[in-house]
């Protein structure tokens, strides 16, 4: 059983205090754990920029963990393939009807692409490993962007999966906005828009927002009940994709990152997932939760334990883990994974980024799984070393690049301070 050795801990207050100190980030946090024992808890700077009545970033403090949540319906769904409810071949427009007949886009990358009906179905695996199709849209108003399905504004206070879908089928973000008006009929597109035939590629998008309509339609409980029923109860975890007063005290409010480089109080410069959980009456399973740090680990710790054999009462089977684990993207299809993220060596499970081979200066093992949130969170689990980090700042755009080194410091110095 490795341990972090005092000079590592003292390695890491050191880092993320001077981080905030040289006004790189305005706040963040860092945790790591074994299987069964959280072995770092760190945080540094402001839940709020240069606001000092907001508290300080600690192990209490609520990130907005977007895409992070994607491990948590995948989750939920491999629940479900365990109970026989479906397996992975199952064909998803059968329960999804609002699926049934997808069109592909000829050109996802030209603003006035034609499309053709879909020829193959898309399948619960297509979704779990995102090869679905699916993708967040191309031609927004803004490289900044979220794409738009995942902000509040096309909802127009309707936040129902028959807005969601619409939204999808309008074009917006498909094609440009002259082309679309022009051409997309008032009723939406004959289907929603896939990026290839189902299968044959990877691509990153609402395949995970699909899979919580799945869960709510076999199950007949919404995500939240579902997860606080199957996950989060299990595990002791208070995350929720509910912000409620409570958890509002506790966020660490995002930070924007203007061109010059500088660092600005969070003002709507980008338009974002609506917060306000009673206009929700949809979640979304691929941006959509809210949590601690710490609780986020408690997750990756279960997983761990599983994948080495010594949980008790585990969420999930040790197949299923094992699943997560194991790469199943064609050959080919990693080279679209590497343009998306420009991480090497890099294939997809069922619902994790895999290391097919160690990553350079002293960081993550082959064989690790991993993912990062929109809004400047990370986690990764290591099978092979037995720990698991979560690691959160709050900074958009997306995939800040201070955020990114100082996430990069932080994991090369928690694997220079472990010992036996």
Request: include cysteine; aromatic fraction near 10%; hydrophobic fraction near 35%.
């Amino acid at each position: 059983m490795v341990r972090l050795s005092e000079k590592g801990k003292a390695a890491l207050d050191s880092i993320l205090t001077k981080a905030i100190d040289d006004g790189r980030v305005p706040g963040a946090g860092l945790v790591v754990g074994t299987a069964d024992k959280e072995i770092y808890c760190g945080a540094a700077g402001l839940r709020s920029f240069q606001d000092s009545s907001a508290g300080k970033v600690d192990a209490d403090s609520i990130f907005w963990i977007c895409s992070q949540t994607k491990l948590i319906t995948t989750i939920a769904i491999l629940q479900l393939v365990e109970r026989g409810l479906l397996d992975y071949d199952t064909p998803v427009a059968p329960i999804i009807p609002e699926l049934a007949n997808p069109i592909i886009i000829a050109d996802p990358s030209s603003p006035s692409s034609t499309y053709a009906p879909a020829k193959m179905p898309i399948l619960l695996r297509h979704l779990l490993n995102h090869t679905s199709g699916l993708y967040y849209t191309s031609h927004k108003r803004s490289p900044e962007d979220l794409a738009p399905a995942n902000t509040r504004s096309p909802y127009e206070g309707d936040h129902s999966v028959t807005q969601f879908f619409r939204i999808l089928r309008s074009g917006q973000g498909v094609f440009g906005e002259e082309y679309r008006r022009e051409k997309v009929p008032e009723d939406g597109l004959p289907g929603v828009p896939l990026a290839y035939e189902p299968g044959t590629n990877f691509s990153y998008g609402w395949s995970s927002d699909i899979l919580v309509f799945m869960v709510e339609r076999l199950t007949g409980q919404k995500m939240e009940a579902y997860c606080k029923e199957h996950i989060f109860g299990p595990l002791e975890m208070e995350t929720s994709f509910y912000l409620t007063p409570e958890k509002k005290a506790k966020l660490v409010q995002l930070t924007y990152r203007r061109r010059d480089g500088t660092l600005e109080k969070w003002a709507d410069q980008i338009d974002i997932i609506e917060q306000d959980p009673a206009k929700l009456d949809v979640v979304l399973g691929g941006i959509g939760l809210y949590s601690t740090l710490s609780d986020y680990l408690k997750l990756l710790q279960h997983i761990i334990s599983i994948n080495a054999g010594t949980a008790t009462q585990g969420i999930l089977s040790a197949k299923s883990v094992s699943d997560l684990f194991t790469p199943t993207l064609p050959e080919h299809a990693t080279a679209a994974l590497y343009q998306f993220t420009k991480w090497e060596n890099c294939q997809f499970g069922i619902g994790l980024c895999l290391a097919t081979k160690d990553w350079s200066n002293g960081r993550r093992k082959k064989g690790s799984g991993f993912w990062y949130g929109w809004a400047g969170t990370n986690y990764f689990m290591d099978p092979a070393t037995g720990i698991a980090v979560a690691y959160g700042t709050q900074v958009a755009p997306t995939c800040d690049p201070e955020v990114v080194k100082l996430w990069e410091e932080l994991e090369a110095t928690i694997y220079q301070g472990l010992e036996a």
